[in-house]
């Protein structure tokens, strides 16, 4: 399988380069010097992750698309710190049987700070 190339027409619309990569099972669309918060991954504060599975790479000019991943491609990630997302109520009532259940919920998030992306070991930005 190849990697198709994709051109866009030049302007403002997309300057820096961003890329579409599938970390703990969403997909998510990062740039650099940016933070996300993905699912709990475990590594330490202020170690680094290499992610491979790169589904979309635009470097400002062309967009390159894999199938299902591009060759060579990967977004490296710093971590910051693991945080708990917002509280969630869960709250499951059956109507004419005097059952209900209150649950409440918070995710275990990780954040993490892009720090580049590089297609074929040449970092975009």
Do not use: C
């Not at 190849?2 to 669309?29: C, H, L, M, R």
């Not at 699912?39 to 992750?49: G, H, Q």
């Not at 967009?63 to 709250?91: C, D, N, W």
């Amino acid at each position: 399988m190849t990697d198709k190339k994709v051109t866009e027409a030049p302007g403002p619309t997309n300057p820096s380069p961003y890329a579409i990569v599938e970390a703990s099972g969403q997909q998510f669309w990062v740039q650099p010097n940016r933070y996300y918060d993905l699912d709990r991954i475990s590594a330490e504060v202020d170690s680094t992750l290499t992610l491979e599975n790169v589904l979309l790479v635009n470097d400002g000019k062309a967009a390159t698309l894999g199938q299902p991943f591009v060759k060579g491609a990967s977004v490296e990630l710093k971590v910051m710190a693991h945080r708990r997302g917002p509280k969630l109520i869960v709250y499951k009532m059956r109507p004419k049987k005097k059952t209900r259940r209150k649950n409440g919920h918070r995710q275990e998030l990780t954040r993490v700070m892009v720090q580049s992306i590089s297609v074929g070991g040449k970092a975009l930005a």
